[in-house]
């Protein structure tokens, strides 16, 4: 049964900082993976889905990377600024699946 | 426009009472989705349609029954409302299933609170 763990549940990072959010997974059989991020109070965005052929995709200040065989993602974001604060949570699709197995997010604060 | 729009926003009933949430798309998507958030932010899958047809229909009671009746719509009827109903229930779509039509967008929640 597929887990997917993101660590840590919380962040607290100085604007202007590089960071980055682990995501990892129990079965490397993934269809995909996929980063979404949560606003209080919001609904979720999607911010990029990863392939299982595919080791990374970018958006601006995102790359997210993916490593099947080591059941690992990480959302890395550049230049971070207060208004990346906000719930990051990681997905993953498992091959002959359609539904989404979710980690609990992790809480970004970026203080200015 | 909004994407995908959920109604009601709040919603604060008894226990025992019989509810619906409903939810619109207007992005022309084949699939869509229930899901409910706990009070400790863990998302669950509930139900999943594509193109009207029942994919995924998670353990969930059946008091809680989806009615989809068109693609554009998939709304949420709960029976019986018990207090461990209380959560914040998202509406999601998705283009359709295969690759590159995954990403899910996601409606902005109902809270809904049972006392």
């Known amino acids: 049964k597929q887990e997917v763990t993101q660590i840590p549940a919380a962040l607290s990072v100085p604007e202007g900082e590089n960071l980055v959010l682990n995501c990892s997974f129990t079965?490397?059989?993934?269809?995909?993976l996929q980063w979404f991020r949560q606003d209080p109070g919001k609904g979720l965005t999607s911010l990029l889905l990863?392939?299982?052929s595919q080791r990374e995709q970018t958006s601006g200040r995102l790359n997210a990377s993916l490593d099947k065989s080591s059941g690992r993602s990480t959302l890395y974001i550049a230049a971070s600024q207060p208004g990346d604060s906000a719930t990051y949570l990681c997905?993953?699709?498992?091959?002959?699946?359609?539904?989404?197995?979710w980690g609990a997010g992790t809480k970004l604060i970026i203080k200015p | 426009d909004t994407a995908v729009s959920q109604t009601p926003k709040y919603l604060v009933t008894q226990m025992g009472n019989d509810k619906s949430i409903k939810c619109e798309q207007n992005?022309?998507?084949?699939?869509m989705y229930w899901y409910k958030q706990d009070s400790k932010k863990f998302l669950k899958i509930m139900f999943s349609?594509?193109?009207?047809?029942?994919?995924i229909n998670e353990t969930v009671p059946n008091r809680f029954s989806p009615k989809s009746p068109d693609k554009a719509h998939l709304n949420l009827h709960i029976n019986s409302l018990e207090l461990g109903d209380s959560a914040v229930y998202f509406c999601?779509?998705?283009?359709?299933?295969?690759?590159?039509?995954?990403?899910?967008?996601f409606g902005p929640g109902t809270r809904l609170l049972v006392l």
């Open positions: 999601a779509s998705s283009p359709g299933l295969m690759r590159n039509q995954e990403t899910q967008y």
């Open positions: 992005l022309g998507h084949d699939t």
């Open positions: 349609y594509n193109n009207k047809e029942l994919i």
């Open positions: 079965d490397s059989a993934i269809y995909n």
């Open positions: 990863i392939q299982s």
């Open positions: 997905a993953v699709r498992a091959d002959g699946d359609y539904q989404l197995i």
